[in-house]
């Protein structure tokens, strides 16, 4: 795939938020669903999630009890933040892909003291909120937010008037696990080639683990994953003109140790047919939409995927359960 235009270096300021659009063009909703739902398999890519209500879900399942990995990941970072400052080094450019409400990021730009920070998000209201609010907190800092789509490739743009050593990506929130394996690993070559040689990746990876608890975190018992999962139906009804109707579709989410993932659908409770952009779709009682996949990893197997991608493992730090992974990688 070609990558997206580079804008000319541009000099920095900081208390100046910049912000680059790359949005994939307007219609991409609307040709990603009706492809979707024409497979044998209907689905939907997960990034369609994120309009503003299901950013605003997504938090809320971040605060949830049974949502282990936001506050696991979180503690890892705090306990072992001197560490993970020794790894990353000073000067580095902090590149954050899908960089949501970025309170992680706080963690870390405070401790590095970051100079350049680049968020790259595809919901740009949240983007906007969260870069200014992050520039008004640490003044010394300069933040570039692109608003884009990080499952394609994206060229960067370069920065002058800050002196930077090394490249970081840092991808908090296991969001890696919402590739598949062959998908990540591109992801994972895409980090490496915007790093470059020296660069680093720190990134948050779930472990493998029982099914109980894997299924509880996807299938909370006060049902704002449901609703997370059913707003896309919403959002294609708004958008797209569909006519889903919400009480006859369910949330369904479960762990298959056979694939080490969990996988997200929307049954159908009856034979129904829904119209989307003018287009029918029939469903059969129990049909599913495919929604989501989120990979869960041993250390071994992310660290194979991720020399494979041009990486050095070099540092993992877990919680005591072993729950969660933030790994530091260096590219070969
Ligand atoms: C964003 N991503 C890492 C979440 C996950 O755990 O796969 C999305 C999510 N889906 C349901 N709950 C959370």
Redesign the pocket.
């Known amino acids: 795939m070609k990558p997206e235009a580079t804008p000319q270096p541009q000099p920095l300021a900081p208390g100046v938020v910049r912000f680059y659009s790359f949005l994939p063009r307007a219609g991409s909703l609307h040709e990603d669903v009706l492809a979707g739902l024409a497979l044998p398999q209907k689905s939907i890519p997960p990034k369609y999630f994120y309009d503003e209500e299901g950013c605003r879900l997504?938090e809320a399942?971040c605060e949830l009890p049974e949502?282990y990995?936001t506050r696991t990941e979180t503690a890892i970072l705090r306990g072992n933040i001197a560490d993970i400052v020794q790894f990353v080094g000073p000067d580095a450019e902090l590149i954050e892909y899908g960089s949501g409400v970025q309170a992680k990021t706080r963690i870390l730009i405070q401790a590095l003291q970051t100079r350049l920070y680049v968020p790259i998000d595809i919901a740009m209201d949240t983007l906007r909120a969260s870069s200014n609010e992050l520039a008004a907190r640490f003044p010394w800092l300069n933040v570039v937010g692109i608003c884009g789509d990080y499952s394609r490739p994206l060229a960067l743009p370069e920065f002058a008037g800050v002196p930077i050593r090394r490249k970081v990506v840092f991808f908090p929130?296991?969001?890696v696990?919402?590739f598949t394996p062959p998908e990540a690993l591109q992801f994972l070559k895409q980090a490496r080639r915007a790093v470059g040689a020296g660069g680093a990746l720190l990134i948050g990876v779930d472990l493998k683990k029982d099914k109980a608890t894997l299924d509880a975190a996807?299938a909370d018992a006060k049902g704002v994953?449901a609703r997370?999962n059913l707003n896309l139906l919403q959002r294609i009804n708004r958008e797209l003109g569909g006519d889903f109707q919400m009480n006859r579709f369910r949330h369904k989410a479960f762990y298959d140790p056979i694939l080490g993932r969990v996988e997200?659908h929307l049954e159908s409770l009856y034979a129904q047919v829904a119209h989307v952009a003018g287009q029918r779709f029939n469903f059969a009682p129990g049909e599913t939409i495919h929604t989501?996949i989120?990979c869960k990893y041993s250390i071994a197997e992310f660290q194979e995927l991720g020399k494979r991608a041009g990486f050095s493992p070099e540092k993992v730090w877990t919680d005591p359960e072993q729950l969660f992974s933030v790994h530091g990688m260096v590219a070969a």
């Open positions: 997504f399942i949502y990995l929130g296991s969001t696990g919402n996807y994953t997370f997200m989501e989120s």
